[in-house]
């Protein structure tokens, strides 16, 4: 089916290049990246685990909210 967008002369650009650069055709750039938004958008390549910070040993911090903010001023 065909269909009309507007895009904006700067996306239009970044469109253009980044399908050169990748050796695509617009098209087949846009029905991608559209086939990916549909399916739940953009999926970071990584995991970020909890704590960001390893501790070593078994020890804990405990702080308040008023010490957190006071550690932070």
């Given amino acids: ?3 009309s967008v507007d895009l904006p002369p700067p ?13 695509v055709t617009m098209k087949s750039l846009i029905i991608t990246a559209i086939e990916k938004e549909l ?4 999926q ?6 909890s704590p960001l910070i390893p501790r070593k040993g078994r020890h804990t911090i405990r702080l308040t909210n008023a010490e957190i903010e006071e550690l932070l001023a």
Avoid at 11 to 23: C, E, I, S
Avoid at 39 to 42: F, L, Q, Y
């Fill in 11 to 23: 996306l239009f650009q970044d469109l253009k290049a980044n399908a050169v650069k990748r050796g």
């Fill in 39 to 42: 399916a739940g958008g953009h």
């Fill in 44 to 49: 970071p390549g990584y995991r970020i685990r």
């Fill in 1 to 3: 089916m065909r269909t």
